[in-house]
């Protein structure tokens, strides 16, 4: 059983960092694309970084030039790099695994980033 699981969210002020972290335990996809999504109340779960297993990435307008994302697949990690944090970055922050090649598709459960102004 593929199991995501986030560590490292919390409470920072505004233009401060946070580093998630999330591991991936169980028998994962390969080839797979792994991710950082996030939601706020009331709104849709939203894509903030995608990236592939040669490394390729891309992050949302949202957030580009803040927020780096990566991934270590010898560890089965994806780390997203938060910084110059934002009142606006205050979300849930789900993991995300997600195969190439069928649809299997993984979450976390996610953890909370907190940005007070």
């Known amino acids: 059983q593929v199991q995501l699981v986030e560590s490292g969210g919390g409470l920072v002020q505004a233009g401060g960092s946070l580093r998630l972290s999330c591991r991936v335990s169980g028998s994962a996809p390969s080839p797979s694309i792994m991710g950082w999504f996030r939601q706020s109340p009331g709104d849709q779960r939203k894509m903030v970084g995608l990236?592939?297993?040669?490394?390729?990435?891309v992050v949302a307008d949202s957030v580009k030039g803040r927020f780096t994302i990566s991934r270590d697949n010898a560890k089965s990690t994806v780390d997203l790099q938060m910084d110059s944090l934002k009142p606006e970055d205050t979300a849930h922050y789900y993991c995300?695994?997600?195969?190439?090649?069928?649809?299997?598709?993984?979450w976390g459960q996610g953890t909370q980033v907190t940005v007070s102004s």
């Open positions: 995300n695994l997600r195969a190439q090649r069928s649809s299997e598709e993984y």
């Open positions: 990236i592939i297993d040669d490394g390729s990435a």
